[in-house]
T-cell receptor
Framework: SQQGEEDPQALSIQEGENATMNCSYK?????LQWYRQNSGRGLVHLIL?????REKHSGRLRVTLDTSKKSSSLLITASRAADTASYFC?????????????FGKGTKLSVIP | DADVTQTPRNRITKTGKRIMLECSQT?????MYWYRQDPGLGLQLIYY???????NKGEISDGYSVSRQAQAKFSLSLESAIPNQTALYFC??????????FGPGTRLLVL
């Protein structure tokens, strides 16, 4: 089962615009992570936000977390063609013995030059 | 050199054949994972291991087996491959509850 559900499934924007992707999840989490995948390649970690954090920044990336709504968003500012990829959220459940990342199906972002 | 390597990168096999996918890591992590990705979908966990003596089933372990030969090595076997096991397979490592580091993937086609 996949806990994280990204929205939208696909997003197409012009270079220079901002891209916002959303993720909803179902159970309590220890942390939530965003990953990027270029076509057919391995996933690359972008950012991790813990359950007691509300916002985190890394370069042109901004992630927010609302645990009351069980949702997160990833904002990419001033997008570039090289940002074209699929973006996945993944959650680590809270509680003793939690072990795995549960991935959503991803948002496919296309940045048009 | 890459932290997580997978061999082979591409494999074509026939129904009923046994194949092994290998994964090595230089991150020094105890935790290793095998995932499967089907087109347009997220990753599904097949097996995971917290250390050399620990093996656990994930969401979709049927038809697969694993071996943790050493801290740095974790292999995935398909005992008798079938066409619906055609997919992209990823190995990953992590520290507890932390970031996962993925290999480049193995593209498997079962005819």
């Amino acid at each position: 089962s996949q806990q994280g559900e990204e929205d939208p499934q696909a997003l197409s924007i012009q270079e220079g615009e901002n891209a916002t992707m959303n993720c909803s999840y179902k159970t309590s989490i220890n942390n939530l992570q965003w990953y990027r995948q270029n076509s057919g390649r391995g996933l690359v970690h972008l950012i991790l936000i813990r359950s007691n954090e509300r916002e985190k920044h890394s370069g042109r990336l901004r992630v927010t977390l609302d645990t009351s709504k069980k949702s997160s968003s990833l904002l990419i500012t001033a997008s570039r063609a090289a940002d074209t990829a699929s973006y996945f959220c993944a959650t680590v459940s809270s509680g003793a013995g939690s072990y795995q990342l549960t991935f959503g199906k991803g948002t496919k972002l296309s940045v048009i030059p | 050199d890459a932290d997580v390597t997978q061999t082979p990168r591409n494999r074509i096999t026939k129904t009923g054949k046994r194949i092994m996918l290998e994964c090595s890591q230089t991150k020094g992590h105890d935790r290793m994972y095998w995932y499967r990705q089907d087109p347009g979908l997220g990753l599904q966990l097949i097996y995971y291991s917290f250390d050399v003596k620990d093996i656990n089933k994930g969401e979709i372990s049927d038809g697969y087996s694993v071996s943790r030969q050493a801290q740095a090595k974790f292999s995935l076997s398909l005992e008798s491959a079938i066409p619906n096991q055609t997919a992209l397979y990823f190995c990953a490592t992590s520290a507890p509850k932390g970031t996962q580091y993925f290999g480049p993937g193995t593209r498997l086609l079962v005819l």
